[in-house]
């Protein structure tokens, strides 16, 4: 699966995604766009959305999204408080489909 870590993870995190190809907001270029304008950049050349943000789907209609979303809910974002988390991601990333979102924590 092709994911993209969200702007709020800490790109470490992306080591946790073994056999998995994971690339940051950032390192993709989109620094700073709006979730909205985000998750329609995204849809086209990834799989799987990784976020933190809980608000994600009261902010946006995420039915329409043509990717899996996942969502961390955990009490900070930080590496060493996500990294237990990731296990389960990596199994939820061997089923979820497109249009799907998964809270995990």
């Known amino acids: 699966m092709k ?5 709020c993870l800490p790109r470490k ?18 620094a700073g766009k709006k979730n909205g304008e985000l998750l329609q950049l995204a849809e086209s050349k990834f799989d799987v959305f990784l976020t933190a943000d809980r608000n994600l ?3 946006q209609n995420l039915i329409d999204v043509r990717m899996a979303v996942v969502v961390l809910v955990a009490p900070n974002n930080r590496l060493e408080t996500l990294k237990p988390l990731m296990p389960q991601v990596l199994v939820a990333l061997e089923t979820i489909q497109a249009g799907v979102v998964v809270r995990i924590g």
């Open 13 to 30: 995190l992306k080591r946790e995604l073994v056999g998995h190809t994971a690339i940051t907001v950032p390192e993709q270029g989109w």
């Open 3 to 7: 994911v993209l870590l969200d702007e």
């Open 57 to 59: 789907s009261a902010q």
